[in-house]
C-alpha cells in the first residue's frame, strides 16, 4: 500500500467519524448514473468491454456503501435507450455484463432486492427474460433495494406511463375527454416504472459531465445532485462520504 492510499485511508475514516458524529442526514433514495467506463477504459489502454466490466465489478462495493449508511433504495443506470443504438459488437458483450452483474446481485449470500426498470420490449427476448427471473428471485430481502435501470430513458418512461394511464382508464369505459378532466401529476407518478417508490433524494453521477442526460426525469424535480469527477470504476468510498456531506449540508426546500 503507498503514501496515497494511507493518506486516503485517513481521509475516509475521518468523513466518516464526522458524519456520524454531525448524525447527518442520510439520503433515502440514491439515483446513481454510473458515466465514464469507455473513457477510463482507453485512459487505461483496455477495451471497451474491459471497461464495461470494471464498472460493473464496482457495483458491490457501492451497494455495501449504501448498507454502512443506512441508504434504503439505489437506483443505477446501466444501459440507457440511447446505448441501444450502439453497433452489435459493443452492445452484445454489455448485454452480457449487465446479465452477469445482475446474476451475481441476485445470489443467495447477498440481501439485496433487485427491481429491472426501463423498457424491456426494446432488449433482445432473452436478455430481457433472464434479468427478470434474476430479480424475481430476490423479492422480500432485508438489505437495500436496488433499482437496475436497463433500456432506461426518462422521456420513454414518461410516455409508458402516460400510454398505460390511457389505457387503465380506457378499460375502465373512460372516454378520452373524461380522462383529461381527470389527469393529474398523481396520475402518471401511479404509472412510472418506480411507482409506490419515494422519489430520489441525492442523484450521483460520476466522470466529470454534468447533466442528467434523461435519468429519472419526472422523479428528480426536487432531487438534490452531486457531480464527480472521477469515472465510474475509479468512484471510491471516500467520494461516495463526500455526496453523502454535500447532501449533509444542502437545505432542501422542495421548491418553496
Not at 448514473?33 to 471497451?48: C, F, K, P, Q, Y
Not at 430513458?153 to 380522462?179: F, K, N, P, T, Y
Not at 402518471?188 to 450521483?204: A, C, F, M
Request: glycine share 8%; charged share 25%; aromatic share 8%.
Amino acid at each position: 500500500m503507498g503514501l496515497r492510499d494511507v493518506a486516503y485511508g485517513v481521509y475516509e475514516r475521518r468523513l466518516a467519524r464526522g458524519l456520524a458524529k454531525q448524525r447527518a442526514p442520510v439520503p433515502r433514495h440514491v439515483g446513481v448514473i454510473l458515466d465514464g467506463n469507455r473513457r477510463w477504459a482507453r485512459s487505461v489502454g483496455t477495451t471497451a468491454k474491459a471497461g464495461h466490466q470494471a464498472g460493473a465489478d464496482k457495483i458491490v462495493d457501492l451497494l455495501g456503501w449504501c448498507d454502512d449508511a443506512g441508504v434504503e433504495l439505489v437506483t443505477l443506470w446501466l444501459l440507457s435507450t440511447d446505448n441501444l443504438s450502439r453497433p452489435a459488437s459493443e452492445l452484445a458483450p454489455l448485454l452480457r455484463i449487465i446479465e452477469g452483474v445482475v446474476s451475481s446481485l441476485a445470489a443467495p449470500q447477498n440481501l439485496w432486492t433487485l427491481n429491472i426498470v426501463g423498457a424491456l420490449d426494446l432488449l433482445p427476448d432473452d436478455a430481457a427474460v433472464r434479468l427478470k427471473e434474476a430479480a424475481a428471485g430476490t423479492a422480500g430481502r432485508p438489505g437495500v433495494e436496488v433499482n437496475v435501470a436497463v433500456g432506461y430513458g426518462g422521456r420513454r418512461e414518461i410516455a409508458d406511463a402516460v400510454r398505460s394511464m390511457l389505457q387503465a382508464h380506457a378499460a375502465d369505459g373512460r372516454s378520452l375527454a373524461e380522462v383529461a378532466e381527470l389527469l393529474d401529476v398523481e396520475h402518471i407518478s401511479e404509472h412510472l416504472y418506480t411507482r409506490g417508490q419515494p422519489d430520489p433524494d441525492l442523484v450521483i453521477r460520476t466522470s466529470g459531465e454534468q447533466r442528467l442526460s434523461g435519468f429519472l426525469l419526472w422523479q428528480s424535480a426536487h432531487s438534490e445532485f452531486y457531480f464527480c469527477e472521477a469515472y465510474w470504476p475509479d468512484f471510491r468510498r471516500v467520494d461516495f462520504l463526500r455526496a453523502l456531506r454535500a447532501y449533509a449540508a444542502r437545505q432542501r426546500r422542495f421548491g418553496t
